[in-house]
C-alpha cells in the first residue's frame, strides 16, 4: 500500500506533532510530506523542527518559516510578532540554515510512480503568502498547477478546490463528512485538477481544536483528510510556560 502523510502548519505544538505521527503509522502510510510553518506560535519550535527534518521528508517553505529567518513581514499582528521573536530565540545556526534552504513548492513522486503538487500558499506566487479561502482565490493557483493534485496549507482550515478546465469550486460535499465526523475520503476524478488544504496539525481554526492532516493513497486513488486527538491542555500549558501570549494557548482549546 502506498499511502503518502500530508502534514502542514505544525506551528511548533509538539503535543499535536507527535499525536499525528502516531496515527500516521495506525493508518499505514508509507510516506510523509509537510506543506511548511513548522515553526510559530507555539511552544516547541527545536523539538518539532528536529522531528520533521529527522523524517528526511520533502518540505516546502512556510511563511513562518521564513520569517524567523529573515524578518520582514509586514503583515504579521503583534501576536504573532512576539511569537516569532521568541521562536527566532529558541533556534540555533543549524536549524535556521535547514529552514533558510527549503524550497517555496516543490513536486513528489510516489513509488507507484504518481507526482503530485505542495505549496505552502499558492503555485501562482508562493512567495507572497497569499490565503486561499474560496474558489475565485483558488482560480489563480490552476494555470500553474500541472500535476492532477496540489496540497497547500496556510489557512489552517482544510478545504477542497477543482478545477473543470475552466472554472474552480470549492467541493463541499466531500469535505462536509470531516465537520460531522472527523474524516472524510473521496477519490479524485480523473478529468479534474484538486487543490486541496490538509489543515492545520498545530493550530487549527475551523472551530475544531483537533490536529488536522491529509493521506494520499495512490494505490486506491483516495484522497483523506482526519481528525486527531491530541493533548491541548499541555500545550496550553507549555505556551504560558514559555511566557508566550496567553491568547495563543486559549485559541487552542477554541479551534480559532
Known sequence: MARTAIISDIHANYHALSAVIEDVHAMGCTDLVCLGDIV?????PSECLDLVRKMNCPVVKGNHDEEVVSPFNARMNNVARKAMDWTRSQLDETRLRWLSRLQYQRI???????????????????????????????SNNFPRQFTHVCFHGHT???????????????????????????????????D????????????PRD???????GIYDTDLNLIIIKRVEYDIGAAKDAVINAELPEYLAERLEKGI
Request: glycine share 6%.
Open 40 to 44: 510559530g506560535y507555539n511552544a516547541y
Open 108 to 138: 513528489v513522486r510516489t513509488d507507484t510512480g504518481t507526482t503530485f503538487s505542495i505549496v505552502h500558499s499558492s503555485l501562482d506566487h508562493p512567495k507572497m503568502w497569499n490565503y486561499i479561502m474560496n474558489a475565485s482565490d483558488a
Open 156 to 190: 489552517h482550515a482544510p478545504k477542497i478546490f477543482v478545477w473543470d478546465g475552466k472554472h474552480a469550486s470549492e467541493d463541499h460535499d466531500n469535505i462536509h463528512p470531516l465537520y460531522l465526523e472527523g474524516f472524510t475520503e473521496f477519490q479524485p476524478l480523473p
Open 192 to 203: 479534474l485538477k484538486y487543490f486541496i488544504n490538509v489543515g492545520s496539525v498545530g493550530q
Open 207 to 213: 472551530s475544531d481544536p483537533r490536529a488536522s492532516y
